[in-house]
């Protein structure tokens, strides 16, 4: 059980909107501290994809956002192309006990 | 231009010590701020954090595995190693070591360790 909540799958067809969430808690996303995505392509490692809840690497395109508010977060890929297709995780940091560096349970985009 | 990349055996027994080596470039681990993480996969499943190690030698663990992971780092060699004990099938995954804290900014391609006897 991931301390990030995300939908196991989401999917759409070329050229669509697609969102996937990542619901945490007080003690992570609620408490302030930054929401990270990854992007992980079948067989290959992650690779960050947004950093700072909306910003973006240096490479990655611009259909590619990231949000905040709350306890939650969102990664929203605009004009869907074949090559998104893909798992994708939200990562943070949980201040509980038990925490440290967390990620969701990863959200797999198809492209249909 | 940082590059990271993992080495171990890619098969381990029941109860064996697991030893992995992550050895970096384009960066050092002496420098203010730096800081290298081990994270696995479980074949299928989500990726979970393990083990951070920072610039100044402070270590953080996994509060679920801590009693049997540790990590060092040797800077002169650019490497920073992670040791599991008493492994279990259930730690067959694939192992990352990735730069940073939060984000994890650059990542190893992993190295998949099974344990089987």
């Known amino acids: 059980q991931s301390v990030l909540t995300q939908p196991p799958s989401v999917s759409g067809a070329p050229g669509q909107r697609v969102t996937i969430s990542c619901t945490g808690s007080?003690?992570?996303?609620?408490?302030?501290?930054?929401v990270h995505w990854y992007q992980q392509l079948p067989g290959t490692a992650p690779k960050l994809l947004i950093y700072?809840?909306?910003n973006r690497p240096s490479g990655v395109p611009d259909r590619f956002s990231g949000s905040k508010s709350g306890t939650s977060a969102s990664l929203a890929i605009t004009g869907l192309q074949a090559e998104d297709e893909a798992d994708y995780y939200c990562?943070?940091?949980?201040?509980?006990?038990?925490?440290?560096?967390?990620f969701g349970g990863g959200t797999k985009l198809t492209v249909l | 231009q940082v590059t990271l990349r993992e080495s171990g055996p890619a098969l381990v027994k029941p109860t064996q010590t697991l030893t992995l080596t992550c050895t970096f470039s384009?960066?050092?681990?002496?420098?203010?701020?730096?800081?290298v993480s081990w994270i696995r996969q479980p074949p299928g499943k989500a990726l979970e954090w393990l083990a951070l190690?920072?610039?100044?030698?402070?270590?953080y663990y996994s509060t679920s595995l801590k009693t049997r992971l540790t990590i060092s780092k040797d800077t002169s060699k650019n490497q920073v190693v992670l040791t599991m004990t008493n492994m279990d099938p259930v730690d067959t995954a694939t192992y990352y070591c990735a730069r940073g804290r939060s984000p994890f900014d650059y990542w190893g391609q992993g190295t998949l360790v099974t344990v089987s006897s």
């Open positions: 384009g960066f050092s681990l002496s420098t203010s701020g730096m800081c």
């Open positions: 007080s003690s992570n996303i609620g408490a302030g501290y930054d």
């Open positions: 190690i920072d610039w100044d030698d402070d270590k």
């Open positions: 700072g809840n909306s």
């Open positions: 990562q943070s940091y949980d201040s509980s006990l038990s925490g440290h560096w967390v």
